[in-house]
């Protein structure tokens, strides 16, 4: 929309609950698109929203409330909830290296403007109310289920089985503003009466709020194509009669045995923290991510983890001695371009990946890791730091296990260094240990 700026938003967490890893590969996917526009020089402004109102457990609005749900179960309030997760949310995309957004509104903190939308949609004639609450009348938007080329008369059969409310006029409408749901806890007076916002209501407010009527980028997971992306051009379309988003990018599923993992039925490996407590390290997981193109599926196991992890160390383990592009210039710019290419061409980041592989560089690996977000200088620099006093008396200790040949002794020392956070190999000269970067 403006030259040198992009403004970008980016569909936020609900927080009632930890992030799974598949949630968090669509957050890797958007923390790269971030970062490749700032590598090509732009300004970016991201925002994304804290979805801590709760919604509805499936998207049509029928069901359990998420946030409500997770109350009663935890025996917290929905605001305790909802900060909490929010806190961990922000603590696993910090151990992934994905960059905080220049804004995080809160859901709860912006109800006004939801109130504002709802009423310009109401003078626009958009809207109707019933005794559940104030609808979103769809059959009176013109492109309704455009972005996701819905076939609404086929939507039918399956919508009404989720439709609870006999007065709602066409199974496609949904709701903007709950009335009558004593039972939830979080409630707000609103010209209709006391209620709270429907969820797709709050990305329409809070995106036009800080960012515009019409912005450059908006991203998601494909999952919310059908309903929630659907509604959000509705609503903000209906009221402003301007293009809402520019484009829109939406990031793949993340398959676990060929399955979507999600939320409600994850197995037990499921978070960051799980893979954490396997042993594995976040960045990893990150490096994992880049190894599948955002518009692909991509196939999560622990096997295939490992993979990435161990390549991963390979990348912090280059040195400038090996490295034949740091001086030869031409070359070096040349191999530039051609990453940089890969990457511009529609996030072409397994090519990227690829490509920085085949050079072995470490000056170039290094230049892009702005993109990338590997902490490759960091980690390198961690390989090479000199040894702790407690680590070095362990080494003393198996050097002398080993001249009395004393082998259980001499393994298990090894097996201490090592869960220090070290490698270990034997040399001629003794015990020989480096930090494990990864
Ligand atoms: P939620 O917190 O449920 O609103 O989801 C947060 C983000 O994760 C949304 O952009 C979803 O589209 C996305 N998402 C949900 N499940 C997956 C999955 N299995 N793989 C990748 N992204 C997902
Ligand atoms: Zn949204």
Not at 2 to 10: D, N, P, R, T
Not at 143 to 154: F, H, S
Not at 224 to 235: K, R, S
Not at 250 to 257: N, R, S, T, V
Request: proline fraction near 3%; glycine fraction near 8%; hydrophobic fraction near 35%.
């Amino acid at each position: 929309m403006e030259a040198g700026k992009v403004h970008l938003y980016c569909c936020g967490p609900t927080v009632y609950n930890y992030a799974h890893i598949g949630n968090l590969r669509t957050y890797i996917f958007e923390d790269i698109l971030r970062r490749v526009l700032e590598f090509n020089g732009y300004d970016v402004t991201h925002v994304m929203n804290i979805t801590d109102v709760g919604h509805m457990t499936t998207d049509e609005d029928a069901g359990d409330d998420k946030m409500e749900v997770a109350a009663r179960r935890e025996n917290r309030s929905p605001y305790e909830i909802a900060r909490f997760y929010e806190q961990a949310f922000f603590h696993d995309t910090e151990r992934l290296n994905i960059l905080p957004p220049t804004r995080a509104p809160r859901a709860t903190e912006h109800v006004v403007q939801m109130i504002e939308l709802i009423q310009r949609l109401e003078e626009a004639g958009l809207t109707y109310t019933t005794s559940e609450g104030v609808y979103f009348d769809t059959a009176r938007f013109a492109d309704y289920g455009k972005l996701a080329r819905l076939n609404l008369t086929g939507q039918r059969t399956a919508r009404e089985e989720v439709v609870t409310d006999e007065s709602k006029r066409n199974p496609s409408d949904f709701m903007l503003w709950f009335l009558n749901k004593p039972s939830h806890i979080m409630q707000w007076t609103s010209p209709w009466g006391t209620g709270y916002p429907g969820w797709h209501i709050e990305c329409s407010a809070m995106s036009m709020t800080y960012l515009g009527e019409t912005f450059d980028i908006h991203c998601g997971g494909v999952d919310h194509i059908p309903v929630h992306h659907t509604n959000e051009i509705a609503q903000s379309e209906g009221a402003t009669h301007v293009p809402f988003v520019k484009y829109w990018m939406h990031g793949e599923f993340l398959l676990m045995d060929k399955e979507k993992i999600s939320k409600s039925k994850g197995g037990s490996i499921n978070t960051l923290q799980s893979l954490v407590d396997l042993g594995c390290d976040p960045l990893g997981y990150r490096y994992f991510c880049l190894q599948g193109h955002y518009r692909a599926e991509l196939n999560f196991s622990v096997a295939a983890l490992e993979a990435a992890t161990t390549g991963l160390r390979k990348v912090y383990a280059l040195t400038d001695e090996d490295d034949v592009l740091k001086a030869d210039d031409a070359a070096y710019q040349q191999a530039r371009r051609r990453v940089l290419t890969a990457l511009n061409d529609d996030l072409g980041v397994p090519h990227a990946v690829g490509l920085l592989n085949s050079y072995q560089s470490r000056k170039l690996w290094l230049e892009f890791d702005a993109v990338l977000g590997l902490d490759i200088a960091k980690r390198a620099m961690k390989q090479d730091e000199p040894l702790g006093e407690e680590v070095l008396v362990l080494i003393e200790q198996r050097n002398a296990a080993r001249r009395n040949r004393d082998w259980s002794r001499s393994d298990a020392l090894r097996d201490e260094i090592i869960s220090m956070g070290y490698d270990v190999a034997d040399g001629p000269d003794g015990t020989r240990v480096k930090r494990r970067s990864i």
